[in-house]
């Protein structure tokens, strides 16, 4: 049968701070859903990464679906509702409009969906990033799907001996979305020039050309160009099958013990590493570092299974380790060069505002 996976994630209140949602507000949410989808979806899960909230839904109905964006859209406004009566830290701050118009793309929260025929058995992948934005997974999903020294299944499979398709946005342009589909391998030195600009250069989507088959959807939207305002960083989550004509799952998570460097940290201002960490985590030093979690599923005739937490397991205790040093090493660098984002990934700062002042009082000498 016909499956559509919907996630739809938001940043509506926290804790203390930019810590984690209260559970009375993942619970009012839960409960939202439960009571109002009346049948329009197979299944659903409610969890946080960080200060975010995330849905995901299987349904029938097909991708960018109003019905069941709408259902997600009103789950978090009485999420919102809660989190101002406790008075919770940015209140709905992740919803950027004040009314439901279609679907949630461009509204505020972070969208990843994947329409497809079930296989017989049907594993997927769901991850959910805080403070970071979605160019996060540009290097896990560059040597998840095209590097043999991360997925030997390329060499290993003749099921992906064909490569995979991906298609980047270029997430800069502002009047539309402006994309561009390459292929693996033969284009793998193109992908990889597009791929190391995280801020300019996000994968969409990638789909299997031995069946055509989408493999990956991230939240990857122009949000932080086309706000209007500085808003932080996407918090981005994103859908990846695995097995069969796709990566394995471990092929897939090897890729996140190089715990690389991004964008995010504090005040969506910095440079971290990514650090995998288990389901339900919150956010600490200096309001990171950038986290990833990754829950696995399986999905038949639409019900999902138990989530099973990929990172909760002694292997990726070291791998935080490694993280956690790599956080303490380029923090220690504080404000200058790397450990910061370039001014134009700051332009609504006020720091620019600062520099604009002291331009003007700057003089050339003899002049």
């Keep these: 049968m016909k499956v559509t996976l919907s996630v739809i994630k938001a940043d509506i209140g926290s804790v203390g701070g930019h810590i984690r949602p209260s559970q009375a507000l993942v619970n009012r949410v839960e409960e939202y859903v439960r009571d109002n989808h009346k049948e329009l979806l197979f299944d659903f899960r409610v969890s946080f990464t960080g200060d975010d909230i995330a849905i995901l839904m299987t349904h029938k109905l097909g991708v960018l679906n109003e019905e069941v964006h709408k259902l997600a859209w009103d789950a978090l406004i009485a999420g919102t509702k809660l989190a101002r009566e406790q008075g919770l830290y940015g209140a709905g701050q992740d919803l950027l409009k004040d009314s439901f118009s279609g679907n949630v793309k461009g509204m505020g929260p972070a969208v990843a969906e994947m329409e497809f025929e079930e296989r017989p058995n049907e594993p997927f992948i769901f991850f959910a990033a805080d403070k970071t934005?979605?160019?996060?997974y540009n290097l896990p999903l560059y040597l998840g799907f095209t590097d043999p020294m991360y997925c030997a299944g390329l060499l290993l499979s003749p099921k992906m001996s064909k490569g995979f398709k991906f298609t980047i946005m270029d997430v800069a342009y502002t009047e539309g979305d402006k994309i561009i589909e390459l292929n693996a391998p033969e284009n793998a030195y193109d992908i990889a020039a597009l791929?190391?600009?995280n801020e300019r250069y996000v994968v969409e989507t990638i789909h299997s050309r031995d069946t055509g088959e989408i493999a990956a959807s991230v939240s990857t939207t122009r949000?932080?160009?086309?706000?209007?305002k500085y808003t932080g960083k996407d918090d981005p989550v994103m859908l990846v099958r695995v097995q069969g004509a796709f990566p394995a799952t471990g092929e897939i998570l090897s890729a996140y013990s190089v715990a690389p460097y991004v964008a995010g940290f504090m005040r969506g201002s910095h440079i971290g590493p990514l650090m995998p960490v288990k389901r339900n985590s919150p956010i600490s030093y200096f309001d990171g570092p950038?986290?990833?979690s990754a829950t696995a599923y399986c999905v038949h005739e639409g019900k999902l299974t138990e989530p099973v937490d990929a990172f909760d397991h002694p292997f990726w205790d070291y791998i935080r380790n490694i993280a956690s040093q790599k956080a303490l090493d380029i923090r220690a660098q504080g404000f200058s060069g790397a450990a910061m984002l370039p001014y134009s990934e700051l332009e609504y700062g006020g720091?620019?505002?600062?520099?604009t002042a002291l331009d003007k009082k700057f003089k050339v000498r003899g002049k």
Excluded: C, Q, S
């Excluded at 720091?351 to 520099?355: A, S, T, W």
């Design 223 to 228: 949000l932080h160009n086309i706000a209007g």
């Design 133 to 136: 934005d979605p160019g996060a």
């Design 195 to 197: 791929l190391r600009d």
């Design 351 to 355: 720091i620019v505002e600062k520099l």
């Design 290 to 292: 950038p986290i990833v």
